[in-house]
């Protein structure tokens, strides 16, 4: 992931929420195995990543409804903790996307976004 934002989608049913933005967004669907069932990675026409949409289970059942934005930062950790001064709240733990790492957390006004540290290629 570069500096584009990337948005994910948790929800009960993401093959039905998928197929609802196939049909609204004439986006494509490619299925990602969570071992058991899958995510879905919501395709542009172009061929660029639109976003993810997942299902509220495994390690993603304690994550927010709702699209949640992932933001870029230099050093997760450093991120992390100026969010809990500020009064932000820390929402999971830390995980892992190959060499990248992210948290999900919630602002003091109550909006979730994710955290996310770009890992050397």
């Not at 969570?34 to 289970?57: E, F, Q």
């Not at 009064?87 to 006004?109: N, T």
Request: overall charge negative; aromatic content about 10%.
């Amino acid at each position: 992931m570069s500096d584009s934002l990337w948005l994910d989608i948790t929800t009960d049913d993401a093959e039905a929420l998928a197929d609802f933005y196939v049909e609204v967004m004439g986006w494509k669907k490619e299925a990602f195995d969570m071992g058991g069932y899958n995510d879905y990675v919501m395709m542009k026409d172009d061929g660029s990543p639109a976003g993810g949409i997942c299902h509220k289970r495994g390690s993603n059942s304690n994550i927010p409804g709702g699209w949640v934005p992932y933001f870029t930062v230099a050093d997760l950790d450093l991120a992390l903790s100026a969010s809990k001064n500020g009064g932000g709240e820390q929402i999971g733990d830390i995980r892992h996307h190959g060499k990248s790492r992210f948290c999900i957390i919630k602002d003091p006004s109550g909006a979730c976004c994710a955290l996310y540290e770009q890992g050397e290629e």
